[in-house]
């Protein structure tokens, strides 16, 4: 079906399809915290988090960072080290940083009020077109509609659109059918209605068509094809690294480096990490590896951290994997002998106080890790 030809449900149809999501909703919709007090701060922040984040990961999130910062004003007067603290683990950490930037503009340019208007939301940083349209909708019930990854895969499956669902024209059609469900008279009980049957019923595999209260009017369901749609991207290929972080001790205190703005996980603090040659991805760690992994790991401390340390035998191992990044990070303890990092925000800081930095998940685990061997 070529892009510029997909057909249009028309008005009446489209009422009668927000009568049945409707009335599914009634009876299907989860109890989820943002939902108990809906106003546009807590709307902003609970999209800002469920954005690449399951609706179960975030919850206790949610419910810690609210009463951290219950309002606009207590969040824009945060320092940053303390969102990125209560952030850790939930990952893409920009996103904390923008929440923030985004509420002292808020009270900056706004008077502490969120805007009700979708051209004012996106002059806040960090809020784009869908979350724009989720303010506006839920919390000011404006007719804003909303195209994220659940009603993007509804709406497909609707549609039978069998193009790109991301290109500039699968844009135009879904966006465009996105504003014609939110112009009614309850725009937020539609758009959210809408989002969780594509979480629920219309799921990436296995849809639960049977249960699908809009399956008399869904194409792809009519002609069979709801397992082939959307059309999937291309996967990129998948690199696989070696990393090792060394947690250096200095008289009962650790070394850790803030990492920079240019990058990943920019804020949080981290142990030194870097890439090494002397292990393959997938292979044993001999004795005879360990020994040249441990003369490596010495001569980069040495080299791009101007430390010299003695390497112990311990070691924990994590598997993880970052975008298209299959890592096996090895993670070492050393002893400190001599020199100092120059560059960066360094820092040397005990055991507790690991527990009080925002670290990357990885190395969360591996303070916890030293305080394990610390109290045993």
């Not at 399809?17 to 989820?32: E, G, P």
């Not at 292990?279 to 790991?297: C, F, M, N, Q």
């Amino acid at each position: 079906m070529a892009d510029e030809h997909v057909e249009e449900f028309d008005s009446r149809d489209l009422a009668q399809m927000r009568k049945k999501i409707a009335s599914w909703f009634r009876n299907a919709q989860r109890d989820l915290p943002w939902r108990v007090e809906r106003n546009a701060y807590r709307v902003w922040v609970s999209e800002i988090m469920l954005q690449q984040t399951t609706v179960q990961a975030v919850v206790p999130y949610f419910e810690r960072f609210m009463k951290q910062f219950p309002t606009v004003e207590a969040l824009a007067e945060s320092e940053e080290a303390d969102v990125l603290r209560l952030w850790e683990g939930l990952g893409y950490y920009s996103r904390a940083r923008n929440l923030r930037t985004g509420a002292i503009q808020v009270c900056e340019q706004f008077n502490g009020q969120v805007p009700k208007q979708v051209d004012q939301l996106l002059e806040i940083k960090g809020i784009g077109r869908y979350t724009a349209g989720a303010i506006a909708s839920f919390a000011y019930n404006q007719p804003a509609p909303i195209l994220e990854a659940n009603t993007l895969r509804l709406f497909v499956r609707l549609l039978a659109y069998d193009g790109d669902p991301k290109s500039a024209a699968g844009q135009r059609q879904l966006w465009a059918l996105a504003e014609r469900f939110a112009s009614c008279r309850n725009p937020a009980k539609v758009n959210e209605a809408l989002m969780e049957l594509g979480a629920l019923v219309c799921r990436v595999s296995a849809p639960q068509c049977d249960a699908c209260p809009l399956k008399s009017s869904c194409r792809a369901f009519l002609s069979g094809r709801q397992e082939e749609l959307p059309v999937l991207q291309k996967r990129i290929a998948v690199t696989r690294v070696v990393d090792a972080c060394v947690a250096i001790q200095r008289k009962n205190k650790w070394l850790v480096r803030q990492r920079t703005s240019e990058e990943r996980w920019a804020g949080m603090w981290d142990f030194p990490r870097f890439s090494v040659e002397s292990v393959d991805h997938d292979g044993k760690l001999t004795p005879a590896i360990s020994r040249r992994l441990h003369e490596e790991v010495r001569q980069t401390l040495l080299r791009d951290w101007n430390v010299t340390a003695e390497i112990h035998d311990d070691l924990m191992e994590v598997r993880h994997t970052v975008t298209r990044y299959r890592i096996r990070l090895l993670a070492l303890i050393a002893n400190w002998q001599e020199g100092s990092p120059s560059d960066g925000e360094i820092r040397w800081v005990t055991t507790q106080q690991l527990a009080e930095l925002p670290l990357s998940v990885t190395a969360r685990r591996i303070a916890d890790w030293l305080h394990e061997r610390h109290t045993s």
